[in-house]
C-alpha cells in the first residue's frame, strides 16, 4: 500500500521556468510533509518541510503549497537553475498509533534543468 | 556543519557472506534510523532507534538483518547472510528528538552483493 503517491515521475524544464512537483497522501493523521534533494550517490537532504496548520511555506526559491482538505502538497521551485537537477523526494510523517514519526517517502521525482 | 557519517562508502560482497554498515549520528541526535534505498525508489524504513532502544523494526527482515546501538550513539546493521535481493543503498538517519521531523541523512552505503 503506497501512502504517499508522487508525480511525475520525470521532469524536465528550462532555466528559468518553474518545476512542480505534486504529491498526495492518504492518511489524514500525517502532520509532517518535508521534500528531499538527492544527488546521484548521494544521502536525502531535507529541502524544505511544512505542517497541516499552513497553507503555504517558502524558502528562497522553494516553496511549498499544502492542500489539507484533498491531502495533497506539491513543490514549486521558482527560477530553475541546472544545479537544481536531482531525484525530489516527497514525505510524510505522523506521530499517532504507534507511528513513532517514521518518514513513508514517495517514489521520487527526478528533476533536469536544461541550460 | 555536522554531518551523519556512514562507512564504508561502498561495498561489494558474494551471496551467503556477512556484511556490516556503520553509522555515527549527528552529536546529540537521540534518534537513529536505517533505511534502505532500492535503486529508482524512495528510502524504506528498516529499523529505529531512540536512544539505544529499538521503536520500530517492524520492517526489518530479522532472519538475516540485525542491528544494534549499544550506547545509544553511534549504529551498526549487519546482514547475514547476504542474498541478491538485498543489493542497495543502506542510509542512515538521525533527527534531535524523539518527535520526528527533521531527519539528517548520512551519504549511505551503496551494498552489491554478487
Known amino acids: 500500500q503506497q501512502q504517499v503517491k508522487q508525480s511525475p515521475q520525470s521532469l524536465i524544464v528550462q532555466k528559468g521556468g518553474i518545476s512542480i512537483i505534486n504529491c498526495a497522501y492518504e492518511?489524514?493523521?500525517?502532520?509532517?510533509f518535508p521534500w528531499y534533494q538527492q544527488f546521484p550517490g548521494k544521502g536525502p537532504a531535507l529541502l524544505i518541510a511544512?505542517?497541516?496548520?499552513?497553507s503555504e511555506k517558502k524558502e528562497g526559491r522553494f516553496t511549498i503549497s499544502f492542500n489539507k482538505s484533498a491531502k495533497q502538497f506539491s513543490l514549486h521551485i521558482m527560477d530553475s537553475q541546472p544545479g537544481d537537477s536531482a531525484t525530489y523526494f516527497c514525505?510524510?510523517?505522523?506521530?499517532?498509533?504507534?507511528?513513532?514519526?517514521?518518514?513513508?517517502f514517495g517514489k521520487g521525482t527526478l528533476l533536469t534543468v536544461n541550460p | 556543519e555536522a554531518e551523519v557519517a556512514q562507512s564504508p562508502r561502498y561495498k561489494i560482497t558474494e551471496k551467503s557472506q556477512a556484511v556490516a554498515f556503520w553509522c555515527d549520528p549527528i552529536s546529540g541526535h537521540a534518534t537513529l534510523y536505517w533505511y534502505r534505498q532500492i535503486l529508482g525508489q524512495g528510502p524504506e524504513l528498516l529499523v529505529q532507534?531512540?536512544?539505544?532502544?529499538?521503536?520500530?523494526d517492524s520492517q526489518l527482515p530479522k532472519d538475516r538483518f540485525s542491528a544494534e546501538r549499544l550506547k545509544g550513539v553511534d549504529s551498526t546493521l549487519k546482514i547475514q547472510p547476504a542474498e541478491l535481493g538485498d543489493s542497495a543503498m543502506y542510509l542512515c538517519?538521525?533527527?534531535?528528538?524523539?518527535?520526528?521531523?527533521?531527519?539528517?541523512f548520512g551519504p549511505g552505503t551503496r551494498l552489491t552483493v554478487t
Open positions: 514525505a510524510a510523517s505522523m506521530g499517532s498509533g504507534g507511528s513513532n514519526y517514521k518518514l513513508t
Open positions: 532507534f531512540q536512544d539505544e532502544s529499538v521503536v520500530d
Open positions: 511544512i505542517r497541516p496548520d499552513v
Open positions: 492518511n489524514t493523521a500525517f502532520d509532517y
Open positions: 538517519a538521525s533527527s534531535l528528538f524523539r518527535r520526528g521531523g527533521e531527519q539528517y
